[in-house]
């Protein structure tokens, strides 16, 4: 993977979707700061930033690759002296980059109590990575419409399955608290997550490096 | 491995689940343009696409400088500039934009031969590429490839959808660009013969994934066309260029001056046709059912 043409890859997608993205993240923000006023006491809305960082993905993941697809400027970025490896972890670098800015400064700002203890905003902040990486692959691989549905499946599915099992179970639910509770707990957690992240942008990265062309355009 | 040789494709070979293409091999040399001529479906863009590696051969090797290439091989796309016939710059940047990505990219580009070229084929540098017709697109794309020093450069279908007078500026290019750049290689490919004949120094023509003719353009203008009802008189020879049967009559596109021209000048049963274009007589021809004993 070469520097310099990664570098140049980042800065052709900042110029392209820049504009755009500026865009996004202040709707966002200011959506944010919308519900807040409503919240009660003007408290924090941690539900609500994560839920809009949840979108950030989604919009980047068509901007980055849909349209790349689409368009078929995939085909022509891989005929110049461009690896695979280094287009596609420029993609998952690009969208990882402005999934932390956001949940950085949103949940900062809004949802400061996310980040106390500051283990469960680092493990929210893997998951929304995990939620972007699916995302980029599902879009890579496939231009099916409802690939991003079934990509948020993928990330919602498990947690909900998760939480109905230990809804119901006080045992089951005091054990997962402990857990959570523990120093390891949070930390062993975020490590999964970025374990989950890394392995999808490798698969991706390894799928890319062995498609036809023809497979990662429309 | 010759010299002059840019690319060597052995026994090339791609399938697909309704489609097959080679095996085929072929040798492009340096300072020739081949016109690729098939029609639609019949495996250009597939052939183009294994030389630009962008489709992975599942059999044959492609070597180049007596080495076989590998699969997604930098070294080698910096050589080649492919240019497809669906057009696909970034749309929101701008032509002097587009150009300095790639100027980023390829290691070899030359910042006063962009600008000559720019001069030259009239590029509109602050127009964003989603606004250029697709003629511009296309040079655009031989402004790039020519910037870098290609060695070899691939333009697939590029007068496809102009109009006549986009399709006579894109042909007086590739014919200048090639008298310029003696080391350059072009491969055109077409379903238009009348583009390949005033451009082109070497015929391909693939039909149904198989190369049916391979032979220098100027060949065709010395060759004789002959046709004869009784098939099969004249046996397997190199002086044979081509060789079709229709409705029970066969044809035989024979080497000009050649002994069997002579022999088959002198034979009653074999009459000399003269179209108005060989090309033409010849690509429709190997559509038709063709014996592969020349």
Redesign the interface.
């Known amino acids: 993977m070469n520097a310099?043409?990664l570098m140049?890859l980042l800065a052709?997608d900042l110029?392209?979707h820049g504009l755009p993205l500026l865009l996004l993240i202040s709707v966002l923000l200011a959506a944010c700061a919308g519900v807040a006023q409503f919240a009660p006491r003007r408290g924090p809305i941690p539900g609500f930033v994560f839920n809009m960082n949840m979108l950030a993905p989604l919009l980047l993941s068509e901007w980055l690759i849909a349209r790349e697809r689409a368009?078929?400027?995939f085909?022509?970025l891989?005929?110049?002296?461009?690896?695979?490896r280094t287009v596609a972890v420029g993609k998952f670098l690009y969208a990882a980059v402005v999934s932390v800015a956001l949940w950085t400064v949103s949940s900062a700002l809004f949802a400061p109590v996310l980040w106390s203890p500051w283990s469960t905003g680092l493990v929210l902040q893997c998951s929304l990575l995990v939620l972007g990486a699916l995302l980029i692959g599902a879009r890579w691989r496939t231009n099916w419409r409802y690939a991003p549905m079934a990509a948020v499946g993928v990330f919602v599915g498990p947690i909900l399955i998760f939480l109905a099992l230990v809804g119901e179970d006080t045992a089951r639910r005091a054990a997962l608290v402990a857990w959570w509770n523990a120093p390891y707990g949070p930390p062993l957690a975020a490590a999964g997550l970025l374990l989950i992240y890394v392995s999808i942008v490798w698969s991706t990265v390894r799928w890319i490096?062995?498609a036809?062309?023809?497979q990662l355009?429309d | 491995m010759n010299a002059d040789t840019v690319l060597d494709l052995v026994d090339i070979q791609r399938r697909f689940p309704a489609f097959e293409l080679g095996p085929l091999s072929l040798k492009l040399r340096r300072g020739r343009t081949y016109g690729l001529l098939g029609p639609n479906g019949a495996g250009k863009t597939t052939l183009l696409?294994l030389i630009?590696l962008?489709?992975?051969p599942t059999a044959g090797t492609l070597r180049t400088e007596g080495e076989p290439l590998s699969w997604?091989s930098?070294?080698w796309?910096?050589r080649?500039?492919?240019v497809?016939e669906?057009?696909?710059?970034?749309?929101?940047?701008t032509v002097a934009?587009t150009l300095r990505?790639?100027s980023?990219?390829?290691?070899r580009w030359d910042p006063t031969v962009a600008a000559r070229l720019v001069d030259t084929l009239e590029l509109p540098l602050d127009r964003r590429v989603r606004e250029l017709s697709k003629g511009t697109k296309v040079k655009l794309g031989i402004a790039s490839a020519l910037a870098h020093h290609a060695d070899l450069l691939l333009l697939d279908e590029p007068t496809a959808g102009l109009d006549p007078s986009a399709r006579a500026d894109v042909q007086a290019i590739v014919r200048d660009m090639a008298r310029d750049h003696p080391q350059l290689c072009v491969v055109f490919s077409s379903h238009i013969f009348e583009d390949l004949e005033e451009t082109a120094t070497d015929l391909l023509i693939l039909r149904n994934g198989r190369l049916v003719f391979e032979a220098p353009a100027d060949v065709l203008s010395t060759s004789t066309l002959y046709r004869t009802g009784a098939a099969g008189t004249v046996g397997p020879s190199s002086d044979v260029l081509a060789r079709w049967k229709h409705e029970d009559t066969e044809w035989l596109l024979v080497l000009g001056g050649s002994a069997l021209d002579a022999e088959l000048r002198q034979r009653p049963d074999h009459a000399e046709e003269r179209p108005s274009s060989l090309l033409s007589a010849l690509y429709h021809g190997t559509g038709h059912r063709r014996r592969d004993d020349r």
Request: proline letters at 2%; aromatic letters at 14%; charged letters at 35%.
């Open positions: 310099r043409i140049t052709k110029w392209l368009k078929r400027s085909a022509w891989r005929s110049l002296p461009v690896d695979d490096e062995r036809d062309t023809y355009v | 696409d630009a962008q489709t992975r997604g930098r070294a796309k910096a080649l500039s492919y497809r669906v057009v696909a710059f970034y749309d929101g940047l934009e990505l790639a980023r990219l390829y290691g």
